[in-house]
């Protein structure tokens, strides 16, 4: 039966696993796009379609695979208009877990076991959101009846973290704590780079007229988002490249770029390798875990970016070498004053063993100090974990994985977890009956419960 007890559980050690086991650990989403003003200011979602479809490319790629105009996707059509065109793309996305995820959802958070189409929308559409209008719906109650005890935000350098800072000061079931994400200081080739580090400038409340000084600004805000529960960092290296630099050449770089003019690629790398290894040795002075998210390829339909910019369901994996710029960076740093904890993402999973075996030349001091991040962005699917779980066992210590995130910008996806967990019970249940694993339910349930829940309190210091 569709999304019964033991959906995914095709085993009874599986089915022992989940239900006694992952399913009672609360949830620690260390990395997501969740807005903090949102979730302090607390307010309920007007309708499904605000909770549901804003802003979720997820979605917007499946409608438009369906022909969906644009206006009923991101346009003007009313809200009503865009949830029909969800309902009559949501039954054509069966094998997509967006099947499952948007059914799970219903079920999970409303009580509602009907399949959504074209017939059944306007019956949920008024059921949902009734409930929606509701004390339990608004944000931080959604957080909270999701056993959800810990949620990471990403976070520009600049950001003042008020609103962490009175979540922290009101909130007593979640804590809300935010993660460093210096993207902006990177990319010194972008058109908004030098209006980026004016405000670098005023939260940091020191000039910046050399690279000297950026890095200063910079260690200054790792230190103030250190002194607010900020415990991680976080960076998109769409493109890997290694190019070292000294001193006086990432200064000329810095100069030029500050003088307006235009700069080489090869300049670019330098400062960036160069910037990145001091971070880098900054994370690892304040005992913080390092998450590099790898390999997208963004923005590649030119007219819509246009239209709507960016993180609009406009981009795809990248395929690009990873191995040879990603070992200099690390020995570069283990060579200096030491790697800090590191996640290492890729969105193409064929990086994973590359990643994998050069995670394994770096193990030391702390248990699973370099991990293979979680199926992330398209590869967020039940065969998507199974191959990174699956490779991850295989070449490392699957105990020790931190687990799972949702990366999500919806307050409806703590499902997600349980998907994972499901997926993890699966998997392991499997194991066990071909003989590769014992049928140890403490064993196994001990295993279980550290990957959906305790692995990541303890790594990250939580």
Known sequence: MFLNDNFLLSTDIAQALFHKHASL??????????????????????NLTEAWLAGDHYKWRLMRANGIPESHITGDASDYDK?????????????????????????????????????????????????????????????????????????????????????????????????FRPDKALNIDAPGYGDWLKRLESAAGQPIHSFADLTAALKNRVGYFHDHGCRLSDHALDVLRYEAGDADTVEAIFRKRQNGETLTTAEVTIYRTELLSTLISFYREFDWTMQLHIHAYRNNNTLMFKQLGPDTGYDALNDLPITEAL???????????????????????????????????????????????SGWWYNDTRSGMRKQLELFAEHSLLAG????????????????????????????????????????????GQMVEDISYRNAAGYFGF
Not at 25 to 45: A, R
Not at 97 to 112: Q, S, V
Not at 406 to 424: A, I
């Open 25 to 46: 650990m609360p949830i620690i989403d260390y990395h997501c796009h969740l807005d903090p003003q949102e979730i302090y200011e607390n307010k309920p979602f007007r």
């Open 83 to 179: 949830f029909l065109a969800w309902a009559d793309t949501v039954p054509r996305t069966i094998g997509n877990p967006l099947y499952t995820w948007t059914h799970l959802e219903l079920r999970r958070f409303f009580g509602i076991d009907k399949p959504l189409n074209r017939e059944t929308a306007p019956e949920i559409w008024n059921e949902v959101n009734q409930q929606l209008a509701s004390e339990p719906f608004k944000r931080r109650n959604i957080i909270k009846n999701s056993n959800v005890k810990l949620v990471c935000t990403t976070d520009d350098p600049v950001d003042s973290l008020q609103y962490h800072q009175r979540l922290a000061a009101e909130e007593k079931d979640f804590r809300v704590l935010p993660t």
């Open 327 to 373: 070992s200099k960076l690390l020995d570069r740093a283990e060579s200096g004053s030491g790697l800090p904890k590191t996640i290492l993402y890729s969105l193409n999973s064929k990086d994973y063993p590359a990643l994998l075996t050069l995670m394994g030349c770096y193990q030391k001091e702390t248990p699973g100090k370099l991990q293979l991040g």
């Open 401 to 444: 994985f931190v687990g799972m995130l949702t990366d999500s910008r919806s307050f409806l996806s703590y499902t997600r977890h349980e998907y994972f967990r499901r997926v993890l019970c699966e998997l392991i249940g499997e194991w066990v009956e071909r003989g590769e694993a014992p049928d140890d339910e403490a064993l196994l």
